[in-house]
């Protein structure tokens, strides 16, 4: 894992303030060298934390050519699509990212309904199908019956 360039001897400690825009606190077990911590943002709630960890917060790709040459996502804190990280609905405060809508669970949500929906819609085709063909079926039996049985008074018996 790469660190911020600090020039040697010089303490420098950014921050990176996250917004919770969710109705659910958003959690982060954040791994550093051995010393683990939990970052809990509940909803409505914005909390600064050390930028070194924002790549564990949030995985971006930003697009351009020189971050995907080191690998796909941003290294570099450039805004971008929010593709994954530990919690990946925390918001940076100040900056333009995006949300994939693969994470978005409004958009997952969304999508949940339309799916429901059109599985409806399949089984009301499928069904009417099956009524049809119920139904001519008992319109050809009903036939066949009615040609079986000569109905008496007509015939003279
Ligand atoms: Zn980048």
Redesign the pocket.
Known sequence: MDRQMVPAGVPERRMTAWHNPTKRAQSVVINDTGNAFAFVVQPGETKELDSRYDRAINT?D?G?E??HRTGWF?????D?NVVGGGAPLLRRVGHSDTLDPSLDPDAQARKSVEAEIDREVERERILAGARARRSAELEEANKLLAGDRPVRGKTGG
Request: some cysteine; glycine content about 18%; overall charge positive.
């Open positions: 971006r930003c351009r020189d971050c941003c290294t570099r804190g450039h971008g």
